[in-house]
């Protein structure tokens, strides 16, 4: 869960964004979204996927199970 509180830190950092407007973006309260930063709390399935399409990533360098940033664009998926 570490690895998923750094890469979200990293990416929203890399955008410019703050942690308030992250939490607007996902519509939840910004104490919930530093939960997230902070590694306190898990994102349900559909925010991990809103963050991954915010960023541009997939849900696997997320959640770090992959260290490629870029989705798949072949269509498969893999």
């Known amino acids: 869960m570490i690895k998923f509180a750094e ?3 990293e990416l929203r950092k890399e955008n410019h964004v703050t ?33 991954a399409d915010y960023f541009g990533v997939s849900t696997d360098y997320l959640l770090g199970r992959t260290d490629v940033r870029e989705m798949p664009s072949d269509g498969t998926g893999a």
């Open 7 to 9: 890469r979200l830190q």
């Open 19 to 51: 942690q308030k407007g992250m939490a607007e973006f996902l519509k939840i309260q910004v104490r919930s979204y530093q939960s997230y930063e902070g590694g306190d709390r898990r994102p349900d399935y559909e925010k991990l996927v809103a963050l």
